[in-house]
């Protein structure tokens, strides 16, 4: 199994400018979530879906908007780029949204707005 | 809004027990995850759960509004970020809430 897959790994862009990060998970998990990481604020989640069909709003919503396209992949899209959105975003699954499931991640991306 | 608060540095000798607290602003018993993230890497889930476990070198504590984790007989490879995490029994979904992440430091 290759878990929680991302792409890109890492991603430049210039102000204004759109893009969409990808995720995918082959463990068959019902709810998805995308964050992003900040130093010394930890992940803040900015998406979520409990189950293929559904998403919800997190923390940090502003500026971005999440599909939920099958079972496997829940993708993010950043429609204007703003510089505030550079960070490393993660996405992660878990079985269920149980409170004591545990969330599997990706390795990442790294995105630099310009 | 729920906050969860750790330091944001830990230094220690290789070989000693390492220590990293995570306090919660908010009156509720409280499920805590701790995760191991090597920038890069995705992060990964060492110990949960709502009273104390122990997975290999990784001891977890728990008390209703704090948890520990320790790291028994530290070595110079767990130099990393370590985030402490929670979601409150009751919650719609599992919507963890991160502390600011633990830069472990480690001298040989």
Partial sequence: NAGVTQTPKFQVLKTGQSMTLQC????NHNSMYWYRQDPGMGLRLIYYSAS????????????????????????????S?????????????SEDPGTTDTQYFGPGTRLTVL | KDQV???????????????????????????????LYFPGCAPRL????????????????????SSSLLILQVREADAAVYYCAVCP???????LTFGGGTRVLVKP
Avoid: H
Avoid at chain 1, 24 to 27: E, G, L, N, S
Avoid at chain 2, 20 to 34: E, G, H, K, Q
């Fill in chain 2, 46 to 65: 060492l110990v949960k759960g709502s009273k104390p476990s122990q997975q290999g070198r990784y001891n977890m504590t728990y008390e209703r509004f």
């Fill in chain 1, 81 to 93: 780029a703003a510089p505030s959105q550079t960070s490393v975003y993660f996405c992660a699954s």
């Fill in chain 1, 24 to 27: 995918a998970q082959d463990m």
């Fill in chain 2, 89 to 95: 029994p009751s919650a719609a979904g599992n919507k």
């Fill in chain 1, 52 to 79: 293929e069909g559904t998403t919800d709003k997190g923390e940090v919503p502003n500026g971005y908007n999440v599909s939920r396209l099958n079972k496997r992949e829940f993708s993010l899209r950043l429609e």
């Fill in chain 2, 5 to 35: 608060f750790q330091p944001s540095t830990v230094a220690s000798s290789e070989g000693a027990v390492v220590e990293i607290f995570c306090n919660l602003s908010v009156s509720n018993a409280y499920n805590f995850f701790w995760y």
